[in-house]
């Protein structure tokens, strides 16, 4: 009976993982969007400081990071025990908001970019001031690279949690749990390797071997091209992503699409899905910007007169 009931404990358990499993890639091809903004932005973060303080920032950014997670899974499993009829409003507020940020992005690339350049020149000879303490520098860095991953993780086990909310309490903070350990190693960990990717391929030039030259040359020309193409591919998902959320949240819109889409079936009918939902999302983060953008100008206006 006892060697029964530990194999049945066994076979619960490992049922469980399975589970859990299953729901983690779920939630995570749910996430993908997040994902490559995520680390487009992050790694964006850390430039302009020293070589050699590359890794320990992104390290600092990583614990702050894994704080903010431990603040957001408890919250999001809080909210699905005693709230639950907050998830899809919670879940509709973070597709919107993945449009609006994309939408924001393509009109400040678009309208502001010379403003962008000259912030960026600003910042660059500022560093080269002696009297400029790069530890503050650094340390500001640091807070705005965690600020940025403390809404895009809230994005993330919101999207994960609408994919678990009909699940127990336990699996929920498994799957939750599991979600927010593997996307902040992976994210960060990428993260340091793009930052030292140029490292890595002057070292690599500098080598004897006519191979090890070129292949570092290659690296050197692909690193820029890489983070252009992270931040491209991120902007684009992040509609993908936002409108699918905000779809699924109407009905009626949903069904509309989805019968839309099967009359063509096979790969045809997921491909007009998704670019619908991308449309869509174009859309509403473009409504969403022409609401809002005013909006915020006049907040902030108001706060600088308030402070005068």
């Known amino acids: 009976m006892a060697g029964t009931s530990l194999l049945a404990l066994f076979d619960d358990i490992a049922t469980i993982l399975d589970d859990i499993s299953m729901m983690t890639k779920a939630a995570a091809k749910k996430t993908a969007g997040v994902l490559g903004d995520d680390l487009a932005l992050n790694?964006?973060?850390?430039?302009?400081?020293?070589?050699?303080?590359?890794?320990?920032?992104?390290?600092?950014?990583?614990?702050?990071?894994?704080?903010?997670?431990?603040?957001?899974?408890?919250?999001?499993?809080?909210?699905?025990?005693?709230?639950?009829?907050?998830?899809?409003?919670?879940?509709?507020?973070?597709?919107?908001?993945?449009?609006?940020?994309?939408?924001?992005?393509?009109?400040?690339?678009?309208?502001?970019?010379?403003?962008?350049?000259?912030?960026?020149?600003?910042?660059?000879?500022?560093?080269?001031?002696?009297?400029?303490?790069?530890?503050?520098?650094?340390?500001?860095?640091?807070?705005?690279?965690?600020?940025?991953?403390?809404?895009?993780?809230?994005?993330?086990i919101a999207i994960t949690l609408g994919v678990v909310t009909a699940e127990s309490i336990g699996i929920q903070f498994a799957v939750l749990a599991v979600v927010a350990v593997l996307i902040t190693v992976g994210v960060y960990g990428l993260v340091a390797g793009i930052v030292k990717l140029d490292d890595g391929g002057l070292y690599l030039t500098?080598?004897?071997?006519?191979?090890?030259?070129?292949?570092?040359?290659?690296?050197?020309?692909?690193?820029?091209?890489?983070?252009?193409?992270?931040?491209?591919?991120?902007?684009?998902?992040?509609?993908?992503?936002?409108?699918?959320?905000?779809?699924?949240?109407?009905?009626?819109?949903?069904?509309a699409i989805e019968n839309f889409a099967a009359g063509f079936g096979g790969v045809s009918a997921v491909l007009l899905t998704t670019v619908a939902n991308g449309l869509i999302g174009l859309l509403a983060g473009a409504l969403l910007v022409a609401v809002l953008t005013p909006l915020i100008r006049m907040w902030a206006s108001r706060s600088e007169t308030s402070v005068e």
């Open 43 to 156: 790694a964006q973060q850390v430039t302009g400081v020293r070589a050699a303080r590359e890794l320990p920032v992104v390290w600092s950014v990583a614990k702050g990071s894994f704080a903010n997670k431990a603040i957001l899974v408890p919250a999001a499993v809080a909210i699905s025990f005693f709230v639950p009829w907050l998830v899809t409003p919670l879940l509709m507020l973070g597709g919107a908001f993945l449009c609006f940020e994309g939408a924001e992005k393509i009109i400040h690339k678009f309208f502001h970019s010379e403003e962008e350049a000259q912030r960026k020149e600003k910042l660059l000879k500022a560093l080269k001031k002696p009297e400029v303490d790069l530890r503050v520098v650094e340390r500001q860095k640091i807070k705005g690279a965690i600020r940025t991953d403390f809404i895009l993780s809230a994005e993330i």
């Open 206 to 255: 500098q080598q004897e071997s006519a191979v090890a030259q070129k292949i570092g040359h290659g690296i050197l020309w692909f690193a820029p091209y890489l983070m252009k193409t992270l931040s491209i591919v991120g902007t684009i998902a992040m509609f993908l992503v936002g409108g699918g959320i905000l779809v699924h949240g109407v009905t009626p819109l949903y069904n």
